[in-house]
């Protein structure tokens, strides 16, 4: 799933002006590039650390905001961190009202709020950890890794500046880097081995697999042309392809998930069904069949790749409901795939979504759910886990009034 604001042209990665980060070193000031994907400011405050600092003494700078770039080993470096996130996941509960617990009024809605502060506070904290990389990419440390074609992947190719980053987020980017080279197996795409999406950097993975069964499963209206709003990674529009969609327009304002997108699609060999296109929301033009899959959540994005997760006041999914009749071919479909997790947090009720359906002038043919597979529906220890576990995905059938 991914959708791309449309204040947000640009990728993360491409910013006019380098944001530089300083420190005192063998008595002279020092300063290099900072490097942070997730848009994070650099620590004002920097200090030099090693293998002596304790995972206590970390701790205490991380939580204050202060910076520390690390000269000792590498692998220690990890570990450290491993440390700090063991200290900012001691639990602490965010609990309902009750009645044996009447003092405590959170509200589901307050309940998000609190947890993605708590989310938002322990990436500052984990951020603090910063590892300094060399022109060439290579990093100068004992133990490191060589960790070159993951940062290549992620920022483009090596230019004649070093910078500093998290070590933290040189993680995240080597996860995906991995996820990338391996690729997920969607089942929905036929037979192994030619049935699997390479994820790359900054675009969300398909790991929801229930809402790539509902597109799966459901009637087609046509089998002459389809079109896919926010390709994301190209799933949902190989899936089209795969089911016999004879041409499928995918579009997508992100530059890295139209990369991506463009890269599976030719893997699958279905670059002769599928046309990919930078656009906001719609394509020119009318089609039988318009699916889009829009962030579920109205929250503002901390990070880029969270724009696949969060749609600020629901404008993707106001702007497809919106635009949707006018490019929708007579006796057309569109295909709204969204969760109800939103209405069980109270970050949007079931009523406005309808007032959105009918003020686009739409009507609803049926509604198809398939109730959420992943991993923490059964946590129970997730301060969302109620809603999580009463959660829907649907796939709504819309039409013309």
């Known amino acids: 799933?991914?959708?791309?604001?449309?204040?947000?042209?640009?990728?993360?990665?491409?910013?006019?002006?380098?944001?530089?980060?300083?420190?005192?070193?063998?008595?002279?000031?020092?300063?290099?590039?900072?490097?942070?994907?997730?848009?994070?400011?650099?620590?004002?405050?920097?200090?030099?650390?090693?293998?002596?600092?304790?995972?206590?003494s970390a701790y205490r700078l991380a939580c204050a905001g202060t910076g520390m770039l690390w000269r000792g080993d590498f692998q220690n470096a990890r570990l450290l961190l491993q440390a700090l996130a063991r200290r900012c996941d001691a639990p602490k509960k965010i609990r309902r009202a009750s009645k044996t617990h009447p003092e405590v009024s959170h509200t589901a809605e307050e309940i998000f709020h609190l947890h993605r502060q708590a989310q938002s506070q322990r990436a500052r904290t984990l951020s603090m950890i910063l590892i300094q990389v060399n022109p060439d990419r290579q990093i100068s440390l004992r133990r490191a890794p060589d960790w070159r074609g993951a940062m290549k992947e992620a920022w483009g190719p090596a230019g004649t500046r070093g910078c500093v980053a998290s070590l933290r987020e040189l993680l995240g980017l080597v996860g995906a880097h991995e996820w990338h080279q391996k690729g997920m197996e969607i089942s929905a795409l036929g037979s192994a081995p030619n049935n699997r999406i390479h994820p790359s950097y900054g675009v969300f993975s398909p790991v929801r697999g229930e809402y790539i069964q509902l597109v799966l499963?459901?009637?087609?209206?046509?089998?002459?042309?389809?079109?896919?709003?926010?390709?994301?990674?190209?799933?949902?529009?190989?899936?089209?392809?795969?089911?016999?969609?004879?041409?499928?327009?995918?579009?997508?304002?992100?530059?890295?998930?139209?990369?991506?997108?463009?890269?599976?699609?030719?893997?699958?060999?279905?670059?002769?069904?599928?046309?990919?296109?930078?656009?906001?929301?719609?394509?020119?033009?009318?089609?039988?069949?318009?699916?889009?899959?829009?962030?579920?959540?109205?929250?503002?994005?901390?990070?880029?790749?969270?724009?696949?997760?969060?749609?600020?006041?629901?404008?993707?999914?106001?702007?497809?409901?919106?635009?949707?009749?006018?490019?929708?071919?007579?006796?057309?479909?569109?295909?709204?795939?969204?969760?109800?997790?939103?209405?069980?947090?109270?970050l949007r009720t079931r009523a406005e979504l309808e007032e959105w359906i009918a003020a686009g002038g739409l009507k609803v043919i049926s509604k198809t759910d398939i109730k959420a597979e992943h991993k923490k529906v059964q946590d129970e220890t997730d301060p969302l886990h109620a809603a999580r576990a009463a959660e829907l995905t649907s796939l709504w059938r819309l039409s013309a009034a």
């Not at 042209?9 to 020092?30: F, M, R, T, V, Y």
């Not at 390709?231 to 990369?259: C, H, N, S, Y």
């Open 1 to 56: 799933m991914q959708s791309i604001d449309p204040l947000h042209l640009q990728d993360a990665s491409l910013k006019a002006l380098p944001a530089s980060i300083a420190w005192q070193e063998n008595g002279h000031p020092c300063e290099d590039e900072w490097r942070s994907e997730r848009g994070a400011a650099a620590p004002k405050r920097v200090v030099l650390a090693d293998d002596t600092l304790n995972a206590d």
């Open 217 to 346: 499963d459901a009637p087609l209206p046509s089998s002459d042309l389809a079109f896919d709003i926010g390709v994301g990674t190209g799933v949902l529009a190989a899936v089209l392809a795969k089911r016999g969609v004879k041409r499928v327009v995918g579009t997508d304002l992100d530059p890295r998930a139209m990369a991506c997108a463009t890269e599976n699609i030719q893997r699958l060999g279905l670059s002769s069904k599928v046309e990919l296109i930078q656009a906001d929301l719609f394509p020119a033009g009318k089609a039988p069949l318009i699916v889009c899959n829009p962030p579920w959540l109205p929250a503002r994005a901390s990070a880029p790749i969270e724009r696949a997760i969060y749609d600020e006041n629901s404008g993707m999914l106001k702007g497809f409901l919106a635009g949707l009749a006018a490019h929708l071919s007579p006796k057309g479909e569109g295909w709204l795939i969204l969760s109800d997790l939103a209405e069980h947090l109270g």
